[in-house]
């Protein structure tokens, strides 16, 4: 197996909703900012998704067709395309069969911007669903909007995150830019581990198979390896035992950098209790041998970037059974 990861953009929305790019102008701007691929995930509406397939086929750009479920309750990003459900259909009581519904048929629907208030102020920007089991979503965002490590909201959803791991949830990691319009900032991507050509249908398998990490430049290798010599990769699941962990950070030039200026630091390792052991890198790079115990094992790295201290990234966790 032969896993690169590319950055997405996974949450952006054109004239045809409430933001202010055409769908070719939005691939346009994905190609300039050195991605490889995004999804359009207009409110309540798949209008764009022609012109911006078409748009991204001439760029060479990976393209996921999608929609962002605007309700009172909450917002779902649902990737893979059109399966045919009314938004306003879609209800607590009715969310995880309709999520159901959409992974069955090989789409992904996740939880976006879970601690987010709506602007203007208004009911329904946050997750106020009332799910206890997310077995029928595919994935969460942990991050979103600008500068995200900073972002209070941010920091709840990564605790949120981390607590439905803990309780068995299988989640990809995400980031939601929530792309409206031309912006200057820091920002981060969704960087999907593919498996094979750089097509739309290995994207979607990178989430279903949580091969996710998010983050603001900085690359991630990152495997575990058993005393047999079995390979694990961020997302995978495995049994309790002993391993090796192998991970190298690089920091970004060029490309999806921004012009922005990136020291790595430190590599985390969180487990299920929420703690993070920090270790520093040598030349980017750490190993270590560790004896895994039910739960999971989630990768973070800090540094700085242009000089202030942030958190660089967040991987989908290794999940241990």
Same mark, same amino acid.
């Given at each position: 197996?032969? =896993? ?21 102008? &939005? ?23 022609s ?12 393209f ?15 990737l ?23 992974? !069955? ?22 997750d106020?669903w ?19 490590? !900073? ?5 709840? +959803? !990564? !605790?949120?995150?981390r ?24 920002? +981060?991507?969704?960087? &999907? ?5 750089? =097509? ?8 279903r ?18 005393d ?79 000089g202030?201290?942030?958190? &660089? ?6 999940? =241990?059974?």
């Amino acid at each position: 197996m032969s =896993i690169e990861f590319y950055p997405f953009e996974l949450h952006t929305h054109s004239l045809h909703s409430d933001g202010s790019f055409t769908p070719e102008e &939005l691939a346009r701007n994905a190609l300039e900012e050195g991605l490889a691929g995004f999804a359009l995930t207009d409110h309540n509406t798949f209008a764009g998704t022609s012109y911006a397939r078409q748009a991204a086929e001439k760029l060479g750009l990976v393209f996921l067709p999608g929609i962002e479920w605007t309700t009172f309750y909450g917002h779902i990003t649902v990737l893979g395309g059109d399966f045919g459900v009314d938004w306003r259909e879609v209800n607590p009581e009715t969310v995880c069969t309709n999520a159901a519904n959409i992974k !069955e048929k090989g789409g992904c629907a996740g939880i976006a911007h879970p601690f987010r208030i709506g602007y203007p102020i208004c009911t329904g920007g946050s997750d106020g669903w009332g799910i206890d089991n997310y077995k029928d979503f595919t994935h969460y965002e942990v991050w979103s909007y600008r500068d995200p490590s !900073e972002e209070h909201t941010n920091r709840l +959803a !990564e !605790e949120r995150y981390r607590f439905l791991a803990a309780n068995g949830n299988r989640l990809a990691c995400v980031y939601g830019r929530d792309w409206h319009a031309k912006e200057d900032g820091l920002f +981060a991507a969704t960087y &999907l581990g593919i498996d094979g050509a750089l =097509i739309t249908e290995n994207a979607l398998e990178a989430i279903r198979k949580g091969r996710s990490y998010v983050s603001t430049g900085v690359r991630l290798e990152a495997n575990l390896t058993d005393d047999k010599g079995n390979r694990f990769f961020i997302g995978d699941q495995m049994p309790v035992g002993e391993y090796t962990l192998d991970t190298k950070l690089t920091a970004p030039h060029g490309g999806f950098s921004n012009g922005n200026t990136f020291s790595i630091k430190t590599i985390s390792l969180v487990g299920a209790d929420g703690k993070a052991e920090k270790h520093e890198t040598v030349d980017g790079k750490f190993t270590c041998r560790l004896k895994l115990k039910r739960g999971f094992l989630q990768l973070t790295a800090e540094g700085d970037v242009n000089g202030n201290e942030r958190k &660089l990234l967040i991987a989908t966790p290794f999940f =241990i059974k």
